[in-house]
């Protein structure tokens, strides 16, 4: 079930990605419930409380999207204190911690997003966090450390990185 959850996660995410929020919405809802269908059955299936994670943070993303404040706040909170559960039992998984760390983003809390992503961020694979760290540095005000940083992103994560490069250069 938790590998199925995370296929129609991911189907879920394609339908977002084309402008399909009513049939993203319902692949994601649907993930949703075979995560947690999982971790009834099983409350040590690590996968499944991964894809639960994964699936709470890109309902809440969608919720923003589709202008639905409060319904994307409660998402992404419960995103975020289910993620740093996960993290406490796992802090190598780059995915929690990426959704963990982007859920207090969008919730407005620079200072936790910036403390879960340390925990993860020695773990990971340094391109999955470059746009992570840019976007910290922005919000943080460390404009200079965004300008000198974009010239060495991957490439791809150039294009979001030449966008906060030049919010950057232009807050400076």
């Known amino acids: 079930q938790a590998s199925f959850s995370l296929t129609l996660g991911y189907l879920g995410g394609l339908k977002a990605d084309l402008g399909q929020?009513?049939?993203?919405?319902?692949?994601?809802?649907?993930?949703?419930?075979?995560?947690?269908?999982?971790?009834?059955?099983?409350?040590?299936?690590?996968?499944?409380?991964?894809?639960?994670?994964?699936?709470?943070?890109?309902?809440?993303?969608?919720?923003?999207?589709?202008?639905?404040?409060?319904?994307?706040?409660e998402l992404l909170s419960r995103c975020a204190a289910l993620g740093e559960q996960q993290l406490a039992l796992n802090p190598e998984n780059a995915d929690v911690g990426h959704a963990t760390s982007y859920c207090e983003l969008l919730l407005g809390d620079v200072a936790s997003a910036a403390r879960v992503a340390e925990k993860v961020r020695a773990k990971a694979a340094?391109?999955?966090?470059?746009?992570?760290?840019?976007?910290?540095?922005?919000?943080?005000?460390?404009?200079?450390?965004?300008?000198?940083?974009?010239?060495?992103?991957?490439?791809?994560?150039?294009?979001?990185?030449?966008?906060?490069?030049?919010?950057?250069?232009?807050?400076?």
């Open 21 to 73: 929020f009513d049939e993203s919405e319902r692949y994601h809802r649907r993930s949703l419930e075979l995560a947690e269908h999982a971790l009834l059955a099983n409350p040590d299936d690590f996968r499944a409380a991964e894809s639960r994670v994964l699936v709470l943070f890109e309902l809440g993303e969608l919720a923003l999207r589709r202008g639905q404040g409060p319904s994307a706040t």
């Open 126 to 172: 340094p391109a999955e966090w470059e746009s992570t760290w840019l976007q910290l540095d922005l919000l943080r005000g460390a404009y200079p450390s965004v300008v000198k940083a974009v010239p060495g992103v991957t490439r791809s994560n150039r294009p979001l990185a030449l966008i906060q490069g030049a919010i950057a250069a232009a807050l400076m």
